[in-house]
Antibody
């Protein structure tokens, strides 16, 4: 079964850090770019970040640039999101998602065809 | 504020036909970038419903269809069913933002 399972969410104070993980199974992780998308409570979806299959290319939304770092470990079939300088507005459910193109890069016309169940990040003192 | 605007909600009776619009601009839908649609059932993760404007992933019933024209895209649901009650989001790429964008989301209510 093709699956993505996130973990690492929790309660963190403003200014703090947290690392999210997303373990992939059931498909060739090394063939796909990966993405992070978040959803604040009661709000819509917001695109966060992307990484190519070899980790050589990354993209960040302006709202997280300079504070978040996306990475991946092919030996563990795992995607990461290192979040720092967290703010109240970062509070959300964070989803990892697979890029539908199996070339390994993320292109303008790509969709996100597999999603994890999400992990909640709460930023509060 | 998203660059893709969707109606907050649409409603219909079982069996009816609904359409959800996704209005963008010249830097996204109007530039020819593919539009994708996601369905989010209550309390669950989003699921890809329609990709590359009008293609359905395996398992998605043909009651769902997608189209795109000019700076807008639409998702149509025919033969509305109670299980279609969910939030729906469009998504594409925006060249001005140099990134992927989601629509504001539409809640489908089955009366």
């Amino acid at each position: 079964e093709v699956q993505l399972v996130e973990s690492g969410g929790g309660l963190v104070q403003p200014g703090g850090s947290l690392r999210l993980s997303c373990v992939a199974s059931g498909f060739s992780f090394n063939n796909h770019a990966m993405h992070w998308v978040r959803q604040a409570p009661g709000k819509g979806l917001e695109y966060v970040s992307a990484i190519s299959s070899d980790g050589g290319s990354t993209y960040y939304a302006e709202s997280v640039k300079g504070r978040f770092t996306i990475s991946r470990d092919s030996s563990k079939n795992t995607l990461y999101l290192q979040m720092g300088s967290l703010r109240a507005e970062d509070m959300a459910v964070y989803y990892c998602a697979r890029d539908d193109d199996s070339s390994g890069y993320y292109y303008n016309n790509d969709a996100f065809d597999i999603w994890g169940q999400g992990t909640m990040v709460t930023v509060s003192s | 504020q998203s660059v893709l605007t969707q109606p907050p909600s649409v409603s219909g009776a079982p069996g009816q036909r609904l359409t959800i619009s996704c209005t963008g601009g010249s830097s996204n839908i109007g530039a020819g970038y593919d539009v994708h649609w996601y369905q989010q059932l209550p309390g669950t993760a989003p699921k890809l419903l329609m990709f590359h404007n009008s293609d359905r992933p395996s398992g998605v019933p043909d009651r769902f269809s997608g189209s795109q024209s000019g700076t807008s895209a639409s998702l149509a649901i025919t033969g509305l069913q109670a299980e279609d009650e969910a939030d729906y989001y469009c998504q594409t790429y925006d060249s001005s933002l140099s990134g992927y964008v989601f629509g504001t989301g539409t809640k489908v209510i089955v009366l």
